[in-house]
T-cell receptor, first 116, second 115 residues
């Protein structure tokens, strides 16, 4: 079973529209972290946000906002007034402590295309 | 501060051959993880090395192996290549501390094509 599910495989929006990328996770740990990464065509995953399991406050950073709800095991990502530069593949990830380190589980990614 | 460097950027091999990929982590990072990325499958965890020891391992066959050197640089080897091994191989580094809060820093990947 997938520990991180991103049900939206591909999304297309017109520039300046808002778009929400969904992420649902599964874990039995009480302490865990959730991440969002952006992968532009260059291939390198770029870190966007990290959220720990005890902090359910929503976060806003410029045009980006994140909605973390433990009750529904969701960590959704919204881009407001989308721009062409937002076109990329976005990955949601769950990190759990394992032994002396941690284990990451990535979703299958959502490919976002912003049409000018 | 230099980022994570992966070489080569592109590789073309034929079935049955073997290949070695290289990853140089960010200075000061002691953990290196490897991921395989294929369309529709997302990122699949291969293994993680910390201080020259394999600390975690994913569900890949023994044809996939790796190692880490004393300077934290890591190599990944795939023997007896199969068509299904065609993928983008990503390396990520981190400080490697305990706990789940470690952030991964990724390289641009090596695109491997098996013909």
């Amino acid at each position: 079973a997938q520990k991180v599910t991103q049900a939206q495989t591909e999304i297309s929006v017109v520039e300046k529209e808002d778009v929400t990328l969904d992420c649902v996770y599964e874990t039995r740990d009480t302490t865990y972290y959730l991440f969002w990464y952006k992968q532009p065509p260059s291939g390198e995953l770029v870190f966007l946000i990290r959220r720990n399991s005890f902090d359910e406050q929503n976060e806003i950073s410029g045009r980006y906002s994140w909605n973390f709800q433990k009750s529904t095991s969701s960590f959704n990502f919204t881009i407001t007034a989308s721009q062409v530069v937002d076109s990329a593949v976005y990955f949601c990830a769950l990190s759990e402590a394992r032994g002396s380190g941690n284990q990451f589980y990535f979703g299958t990614g959502t490919s976002l295309t912003v049409i000018p | 501060k230099a980022g994570v460097t992966q070489t080569p950027r592109y590789l073309i091999k034929t079935r049955g051959q073997q290949v070695t990929l290289s990853c140089s982590p960010i200075s000061g990072h002691r953990s290196v993880s490897w991921y395989q990325q294929t369309p529709g499958q997302g990122l699949q965890f291969l293994f993680e090395y910390f201080s020259e020891t394999q600390r975690n391992k994913g569900n890949f066959p023994g044809r996939f192996s790796g190692r880490q050197f004393s300077n934290s640089r890591s190599e990944m080897n795939v023997s007896t290549l199969e068509l299904g091994d065609s993928a983008l191989y990503l390396c990520a580094s981190s400080f490697g501390g305990s706990g789940a809060n470690e952030k991964l820093f990724f390289g641009s990947g090596t695109q491997l094509s098996v013909l």
